[in-house]
C-alpha cells in the first residue's frame, strides 16, 4: 500500500509542534534553571516501590509550569511521573532535564539500583517474542537479502510520519495495518489523523522500484537473549558497519525499545540517522516478523526472524498485471467495461499466461467451449470511484439483470465485494468470484497511444494452478454511443498469397501497385473515418511443414489515399495466427482522419514459409469495419 504524501497534514502537525514551542507557552519554566538546580531530592525524586522493588518510580518536583525531559532505561519520555518495570538486577542511569525560556537544561545522571530478577516482567508476550523467552535467545534479519528477495515486507524499510507508534497501527481487537487488506485509522487504538480527517502519511516503499535506498546486501545480524539480562548482538561485521554487544529494554505500555552500548540492525545509508534517533518505537512485533521505526526521522526498519527466513519457501509465480487497481478500473471518474465479444472467457496459467490462444468467436466453438453472443453482448462491469481503494459497482448479467453494491481492492489486485457474484456467460460458463466473494485483476491490455484499453479479471481455481478469467474492454464514449459502420466487399476479389515473396502470408483487400488496384473488392471512398478499422477473416486448409513455430503475428497494413494517415503494425490491434481459425485485427491510423484507400491488407509473418502447399488454403473475409 502506497500512500499520497498528504503536505497540508504535516504543516498541521508542524504548527502544533511550532505552537508547543510558541514564547506564550505555560508549560515552559518562567524561571532560569541551571544544570545545578537539576539534582535528585530537589528537581525530582526516584523511588522504589514499596511492595514490589523493581518497580521505580520518577517523579518530577519542578511543578507542572516545566515540561519534564527523562533519559531512563526504558527510552525517553515527557510524564510527570514516569514508572518503569525493572525486570534484571543491576544498576542504572536516569537523566533528568526540563524545557525552559532559555532551552532545554539537563542535570548531571543520577542512578538507582535494582537488586533481584523479576521474571514476571519478561513474561510479557512481547517479551517472548522479542527474545525467545527467560533463557532462550532470537536472531532477527533485515528483509533483503544479497539477491534483491524479500520474504514478507515489500522492502528492508518503510517510511512514517515520526508520531507514529503502536497504538495508532493497531485496532483495539489487535489487527495491525500489515494484517488488513484495507487499513482504517479510524479504528486504531489511538487514531492520528491530520485536521482533514486523514490518517498522517506512511509509504510502504516497494524496494525493486526504489532501491536508491539501499543496495542488496547480506546485512548481518541482530540477536536478543533473555539469559542473566537482556542482552542483544548486532553483527554487521561483514556489512562493513562492525559488531556491537549491549543490552535492551522494552516498556511494553509504550511498545517503545531502548538499546544501550547497540544500535539496531540497519543499513549503512541511515547509520547517521540511527546514531542520532530520540528513541525507537515497536510497531509491528509477531513471532516471524518485527518494526522498528527510528524516532524521529520515522524510517522504520523492518525483520524476520531466523526461522521464518530458513524455512521460507518462495511462493507461486504473480500475474503480470502490476498497477492501480483502483485508479484502474474507475480513475477519478466511473468507467464502464464491456465483456469483449471476440475473447470474453479464457484460462491463464499463474503467471497469467494464457492457456487457450482464443481470439474469436469461432475459436470457442471450434474447442468445444459454450458461446453465447446474445448473452454476452449484455455483460459489464461499471465502476465508480469513492475511496483510495474502494467505490460502487454496477454488473450487468446476460439476461440484463443488475447487480449493484460496494468493493474495496488489495494489495494483490484483488477486487473485493460486497455479495457473491455468480452469473451465466454463455451456456455453462459462469463469471463467479472466489468463496472470498473476490476476481483478481491478471493482465491488462493498452491501445496504441498507450492507454489502457482492456481488463483480463480472474479467479484463482481451488484445485488447478490456474485462472479462469473474463476479458472487458473499457467502453468510450465513442464505442458506447458508435458500434461501426460495416464495409461491403466482395470475397471472389480478394488476393493473397505470398505477394511479396518475403515469406509472409499477405491478403490484399486494396492495393493500389496491385492487381486489386485495377478490380478493387472494395470501393476505396467508403474508407473516410478518423478512429479505427477493423477485418475478421477466416483461414482453413492450413497444413503446416515439421518443425513450423507454429505462432504468427498478423497485422493490417494501411494507407489513405495520400499517404497521410498510415498504420503498418505493433499495436494493440494486431493478433496471433496458430492455425485454422477466425481471426480479428484492427488498427487506428495516425494521424487521424483517413479519406480513401492506398494500401489495405493483412499481413500474416513468415507463415507462407512454413505451409505445406500454400495453394490450398482458403481466405474468406468476414467483416470489415470503420469507425
Same mark, same amino acid.
Given at each position: 500500500?502506497?500512500?499520497?504524501?498528504?503536505?497540508?497534514?504535516?504543516?498541521?502537525?508542524?504548527?502544533?509542534?511550532? %505552537?508547543?514551542?510558541?514564547?506564550?507557552?505555560?508549560?515552559?519554566?518562567?524561571? @532560569?534553571?541551571?544544570?545545578?538546580?537539576?539534582?535528585?531530592?530537589?528537581?525530582?525524586?526516584?523511588?522504589?516501590?514499596?511492595?514490589?522493588?523493581?518497580?521505580?518510580?520518577?517523579?518530577?518536583?519542578?511543578?507542572?509550569?516545566?515540561?519534564?525531559?527523562?533519559?531512563?532505561?526504558?527510552?525517553?519520555?515527557?510524564?510527570?511521573?514516569?514508572?518503569?518495570?525493572?525486570?534484571?538486577?543491576?544498576?542504572?542511569?536516569?537523566?533528568?532535564?526540563?524545557?525552559?525560556?532559555?532551552?532545554?537544561?539537563?542535570?548531571?545522571?543520577?542512578?538507582?539500583?535494582?537488586?533481584?530478577?523479576?521474571?514476571?516482567?519478561?513474561?510479557?508476550?512481547?517479551?517472548?517474542?522479542?527474545?525467545?523467552?527467560?533463557?532462550?535467545?532470537?536472531?532477527?534479519?533485515?528483509?533483503?537479502?544479497?539477491?534483491?528477495?524479500?520474504?514478507?515486507?515489500?522492502?528492508?524499510?518503510?517510511?512514517?510520519?515520526?508520531?507514529?507508534?503502536?497504538? %495508532?497501527?493497531?485496532?483495539? @481487537?489487535?489487527?495491525?495495518?500489515?494484517?488488513?487488506?484495507? =487499513?482504517?485509522?479510524?479504528?486504531?487504538?489511538?487514531?492520528?489523523?491530520?485536521?482533514?480527517?486523514?490518517?498522517?502519511?506512511?509509504?510502504?516503499?516497494?524496494?525493486? #522500484?526504489?532501491?536508491?535506498?539501499?543496495?542488496?546486501?547480506?546485512?548481518?545480524?541482530?540477536? !536478543?537473549?533473555?539469559?542473566?539480562?537482556?542482552?542483544?548482538?548486532?553483527?554487521?561485521?561483514?556489512? #562493513?558497519?562492525?559488531?556491537?554487544?549491549?543490552?535492551?529494554?522494552?516498556?511494553?505500555?509504550?511498545?517503545?525499545?531502548?538499546?544501550?552500548?547497540?544500535?539496531?540492525?540497519?543499513?549503512?545509508?541511515?547509520?547517521?540517522?540511527?546514531?542520532?534517533?530520540?528513541?525507537?518505537?515497536?510497531?509491528?512485533?509477531?513471532?516471524?516478523?518485527?518494526?522498528?521505526?527510528?524516532?524521529?526521522?520515522?524510517?522504520?526498519?523492518?525483520?524476520?526472524?531466523?526461522?521464518?527466513?530458513?524455512?521460507?519457501?518462495?511462493?507461486?509465480?504473480?500475474?503480470?498485471?502490476?498497477?492501480?487497481?483502483?485508479?484502474?478500473?474507475?480513475?477519478?471518474?466511473?468507467?464502464?467495461?464491456?465483456?469483449?465479444?471476440?475473447?470474453?472467457?479464457? =484460462?491463464?496459467?499463474?503467471?497469467?499466461?494464457?492457456?487457450?490462444?482464443?481470439?474469436?468467436?469461432?475459436?470457442?466453438?471450434?474447442?468445444?467451449?459454450?458461446?453465447?453472443?446474445?448473452?454476452?453482448?449484455?455483460?459489464?462491469? /461499471?465502476?465508480?470511484?469513492?475511496?483510495?481503494?474502494?467505490?460502487?459497482?454496477? !454488473?450487468?448479467?446476460?439476461?440484463?439483470?443488475?447487480?449493484?453494491?460496494?468493493?474495496?481492492?488489495?494489495?494483490?489486485?484483488?477486487?473485493?465485494?460486497?455479495?457473491?457474484?455468480?452469473?451465466?456467460?454463455?451456456?455453462?460458463?459462469?463469471?463467479?468470484?472466489?468463496?472470498?466473494?473476490?476476481?483478481?485483476?491478471?493482465?491488462?491490455?493498452?491501445?496504441?497511444?498507450?492507454?489502457?484499453?482492456?481488463?483480463?479479471?480472474?479467479?484463482?481455481?481451488?484445485?488447478?494452478?490456474?485462472?479462469?478469467?473474463?476479458?472487458?474492454?473499457?467502453?468510450?464514449?465513442?464505442?458506447?454511443?458508435?458500434?461501426?459502420?460495416?464495409?461491403?466487399?466482395?470475397?471472389?476479389?480478394?488476393?493473397?498469397?505470398?505477394?511479396?515473396?518475403?515469406?509472409?502470408?499477405?491478403?490484399?483487400?486494396?492495393?493500389?501497385?496491385?492487381?486489386?488496384?485495377?478490380?478493387?473488392?472494395?470501393?476505396?471512398?467508403?474508407?473516410?473515418?478518423?478512429?479505427?478499422?477493423?477485418?475478421?477473416?477466416?483461414?482453413?486448409?492450413?497444413?503446416?511443414?515439421? #518443425?513450423?513455430?507454429?505462432?504468427?503475428?498478423?497485422?493490417?497494413?494501411?494507407?489513405?489515399?495520400?499517404?497521410?494517415?498510415?498504420?503498418?503494425?505493433?499495436?494493440?490491434?494486431?493478433?496471433?495466427? /496458430?492455425?485454422?481459425?477466425?481471426?480479428?485485427?484492427?488498427?487506428?491510423?495516425?494521424?487521424?482522419?483517413?479519406? #480513401?484507400?492506398?494500401? !489495405?491488407?493483412?499481413?500474416?509473418?513468415?507463415?507462407?514459409?512454413?505451409?505445406?502447399?500454400?495453394?490450398?488454403?482458403?481466405?474468406?473475409?468476414?467483416?470489415?469495419?470503420?469507425?
Amino acid at each position: 500500500m502506497k500512500k499520497t504524501f498528504n503536505i497540508f497534514t504535516l504543516f498541521a502537525l508542524f504548527a502544533v509542534i511550532f %505552537a508547543s514551542c510558541s514564547p506564550d507557552d505555560p508549560s515552559l519554566g518562567k524561571k @532560569s534553571v541551571k544544570v545545578e538546580d537539576l539534582v535528585e531530592g530537589i528537581a525530582f525524586k526516584i523511588e522504589h516501590d514499596v511492595v514490589n522493588p523493581n518497580i521505580i518510580y520518577l517523579t518530577s518536583l519542578m511543578g507542572n509550569e516545566y515540561t519534564p525531559l527523562w533519559e531512563h532505561p526504558q527510552g525517553r519520555s515527557q510524564k510527570q511521573k514516569v514508572t518503569l518495570n525493572m525486570p534484571f538486577p543491576g544498576e542504572y542511569e536516569v537523566t533528568f532535564g526540563v524545557q525552559t525560556r532559555g532551552g532545554i537544561v539537563y542535570g548531571e545522571p543520577a542512578s538507582f539500583t535494582v537488586e533481584n530478577f523479576y521474571a514476571d516482567f519478561v513474561n510479557d508476550e512481547l517479551w517472548t517474542m522479542l527474545s525467545g523467552g527467560v533463557g532462550k535467545s532470537k536472531t532477527w534479519f533485515l528483509d533483503l537479502d544479497a539477491d534483491g528477495v524479500s520474504r514478507r515486507f515489500n522492502s528492508p524499510m518503510y517510511f512514517f510520519t515520526e508520531t507514529y507508534n503502536w497504538d %495508532a497501527l493497531h485496532t483495539a @481487537s489487535g489487527e495491525n495495518y500489515l494484517d488488513a487488506d484495507v =487499513w482504517d485509522w479510524k479504528r486504531a487504538i489511538t487514531p492520528l489523523a491530520g485536521d482533514d480527517g486523514n490518517a498522517l502519511w506512511y509509504w510502504l516503499a516497494d524496494w525493486e #522500484g526504489n532501491q536508491w535506498m539501499c543496495a542488496a546486501s547480506d546485512f548481518g545480524t541482530m540477536t !536478543f537473549d533473555l539469559m542473566d539480562g537482556a542482552n542483544v548482538v548486532v553483527d554487521q561485521q561483514a556489512y #562493513g558497519l562492525g559488531t556491537s554487544q549491549g543490552t535492551y529494554m522494552i516498556n511494553t505500555d509504550d511498545h517503545t525499545i531502548a538499546f544501550t552500548d547497540a544500535y539496531p540492525l540497519h543499513v549503512n545509508e541511515r547509520t547517521d540517522e540511527v546514531k542520532n534517533a530520540t528513541g525507537f518505537n515497536i510497531l509491528y512485533l509477531s513471532e516471524d516478523f518485527l518494526q522498528i521505526m527510528v524516532v524521529p526521522s520515522g524510517t522504520c526498519f523492518n525483520y524476520i526472524s531466523e526461522d521464518f527466513k530458513a524455512n521460507w519457501v518462495a511462493g507461486e509465480p504473480e500475474p503480470p498485471y502490476s498497477g492501480n487497481a483502483n485508479d484502474d478500473l474507475t480513475s477519478t471518474f466511473t468507467k464502464k467495461w464491456q465483456m469483449s465479444v471476440n475473447s470474453p472467457y479464457n =484460462w491463464t496459467a499463474l503467471d497469467g499466461s494464457f492457456l487457450n490462444n482464443w481470439n474469436s468467436p469461432d475459436d470457442y466453438m471450434v474447442a468445444g467451449f459454450d458461446y453465447d453472443e446474445s448473452m454476452i453482448k449484455n455483460i459489464s462491469l /461499471t465502476m465508480t470511484k469513492t475511496g483510495e481503494k474502494s467505490g460502487d459497482y454496477l !454488473f450487468t448479467t446476460g439476461v440484463a439483470e443488475e447487480l449493484k453494491g460496494t468493493y474495496r481492492v488489495d494489495d494483490s489486485n484483488n477486487i473485493i465485494f460486497d455479495q457473491d457474484i455468480d452469473f451465466a456467460i454463455s451456456g455453462s460458463q459462469n463469471l463467479n468470484t472466489t468463496k472470498n466473494k473476490s476476481l483478481r485483476i491478471i493482465r491488462s491490455e493498452m491501445n496504441e497511444s498507450g492507454e489502457l484499453s482492456g481488463l483480463w479479471i480472474g479467479k484463482r481455481s481451488e484445485s488447478e494452478a490456474n485462472y479462469m478469467v473474463y476479458h472487458f474492454e473499457l467502453v468510450t464514449s465513442s464505442s458506447s454511443e458508435e458500434e461501426g459502420i460495416s464495409i461491403t466487399f466482395d470475397n471472389s476479389k480478394i488476393v493473397f498469397g505470398d505477394l511479396e515473396d518475403n515469406g509472409n502470408l499477405r491478403i490484399e483487400i486494396y492495393n493500389e501497385y496491385g492487381s486489386t488496384g485495377l478490380n478493387p473488392p472494395v470501393n476505396p471512398s467508403d474508407f473516410i473515418f478518423d478512429k479505427s478499422i477493423s477485418v475478421t477473416f477466416s483461414l482453413d486448409d492450413i497444413t503446416l511443414k515439421e #518443425g513450423a513455430k507454429g505462432s504468427y503475428s498478423a497485422a493490417i497494413s494501411f494507407a489513405d489515399a495520400d499517404w497521410s494517415s498510415q498504420y503498418w503494425g505493433g499495436g494493440s490491434g494486431d493478433t496471433t495466427v /496458430t492455425g485454422n481459425g477466425t481471426y480479428t485485427v484492427w488498427c487506428s491510423p495516425e494521424p487521424k482522419g483517413a479519406d #480513401g484507400l492506398m494500401v !489495405f491488407t493483412v499481413d500474416i509473418e513468415d507463415l507462407a514459409q512454413e505451409v505445406v502447399d500454400l495453394g490450398a488454403i482458403t481466405v474468406m473475409l468476414k467483416e470489415i469495419t470503420i469507425k
